[in-house]
């Protein structure tokens, strides 16, 4: 019997709208069973995709991966001119690929049950369109089920991620900090990024922390002890964290060599119809990174999004967000937090201190986004929106971001203390 699947006390609404970006934006992986069962669903008889190749091959010419393929102009092999799956019209949602059905649902092992996330790259995430995820529990546990019965019991016996390194705590105790950082990113008293900041000291505070109580069970921070630190450090953090970002000094040297990087691999996109016209070759994505390490001149278009604008340009303030963009930005957080999409391995393996980190970066990198798209007239908040579904895109699924030297890189940013300027320095 599968694992139950739970929602978040976040509300976040969400059914598919049909906009079909999914369809044009992303290469679909299959298996070999995924691959013959399609191949025997008779698209050979159909007019329009006689002859049509239905797969394409990844990983080399020894690689028996497969993908969907796409038609010239960028759309899945599948996707009718009415804008519907065909495979779904004739057979059922059933009998598509797993991870066009499970998209843009994301589901995180947490013990003895599912988190059930979202990703908010899906327009209709966003938008907040749709009924609630509690609504939606019932699919979400045919595809845990599904889940559960390809990866076995790895999926649901792995421990917890740990703290930091091999500071363990268990699923009870991860649940009480990520419901504390949840609780301060909801307080409609402050704006988004100062509540971040106040995350971000909650995390610095922490690490120094020994949870085991140095051996002794009697002195251990679990359970009820943790709850009341945690409450303790949330007051703290209210007297000890500045208020408006402009109080906040800004990012130093090595916080901007490091952010404008890490900013470039949030703020690509490599396939599909929203290929950024630096992305195309080779050559095209090594200046690129050549031009985000320098920091001057022309922003490379590594997202068909991004304007024709100037890294300066992404330097002058944007001035306070509307309610809109804060509630938007507020949800996205606290669904990566609630649904432990931001550590573990949802997010390359990360710790938990670094995986919440890497969500307080990329909220930087959202809002320097939404500064080089407003910098072309955009108004602000089509410019957030479309800033958190780049970003997101990317979070946790771009296997750059999961690489040695941009963990380092991250690792540098905390103790130096330029994560919560760089919060504040892109939000002013």
């Known amino acids: 019997m599968p694992l139950p699947v739970r929602s978040l006390t976040v509300l976040q609404n969400w059914d598919c709208q049909g906009c079909t970006a999914c369809c044009r934006q992303y290469h679909v992986s299959v298996s070999a069973e995924e691959k013959a069962r399609i191949e025997a669903q008779g698209w050979a008889n159909e007019p329009d995709l006689k002859g049509v190749l239905l797969f394409k091959r990844t990983g080399g010419w020894r690689s028996k991966a497969h993908r969907l393929n796409h038609k010239p102009d960028g759309a899945c092999v599948f996707l009718g001119p009415d804008n519907r799956c065909r495979i779904h019209v004739k057979h059922g949602s059933a009998a598509k690929p797993l991870a066009c059905r499970i998209y843009p649902f994301s589901l995180v092992p947490a013990g003895e049950h599912w988190n059930l996330g979202l990703r908010f790259a899906c327009p209709s995430a966003v938008e907040d369109k749709g009924r609630p995820l509690a609504e939606h529990l019932a699919e979400a546990r045919g595809y845990a089920a599904t889940l559960e019965g390809e990866a076995g019991t790895a999926a649901v016996t792995a421990p917890p991620p740990p703290l930091q390194r091999s500071q363990q705590v268990t699923w009870g105790d991860l649940g009480r900090i990520t419901a504390a950082v949840s609780e301060l990113l909801a307080d409609e008293d402050d704006r988004v990024e100062r509540r971040l900041r106040k995350v971000l000291f909650l995390v610095a505070t922490l690490r120094k922390a020994t949870f085991d109580g140095g051996g002794d069970p009697k002195k251990a921070i679990t359970g009820s002890r943790l709850t009341e630190l945690l409450e303790l450090l949330c007051e703290e953090a209210e007297e000890d964290v500045p ?186």
């Open 243 to 428: 208020g408006p970002p402009e109080d906040v000094l800004p990012p130093g040297w090595v916080g901007q060599m490091v952010f404008r990087p890490v900013a470039a691999l949030y703020v690509r996109k490599d396939t599909g119809s929203d290929r950024g016209p630096a992305q195309t070759s080779a050559l095209g994505r090594l200046m690129s990174a050549v031009r985000f390490a320098r920091g001057k001149g022309r922003v490379p278009q590594t997202h068909a999004a991004v304007p024709v604008t100037t890294f300066a340009a992404a330097e002058k303030p944007l001035g306070p967000l509307g309610d809109e963009s804060e509630e938007l930005l507020e949800r996205w957080l606290r669904v990566k937090v609630e649904s432990g999409q931001f550590c573990g391995p949802a997010n390359f393996g990360m710790p938990v201190w670094d995986g919440l980190e890497s969500l307080s970066i990329a909220f930087a990198a959202v809002e320097w986004l939404a500064r080089v798209l407003a910098s072309d007239g955009r108004p602000i908040d089509d410019a957030v929106r479309t800033a958190v579904r780049i970003v997101d895109d990317n979070y946790g699924f771009n296997p750059l971001l999961g690489r040695g030297r941009q963990k380092y890189a991250l690792s540098l940013l905390g103790p130096r203390l330029e994560l919560p300027r760089l919060v504040a320095w892109y939000a002013r």
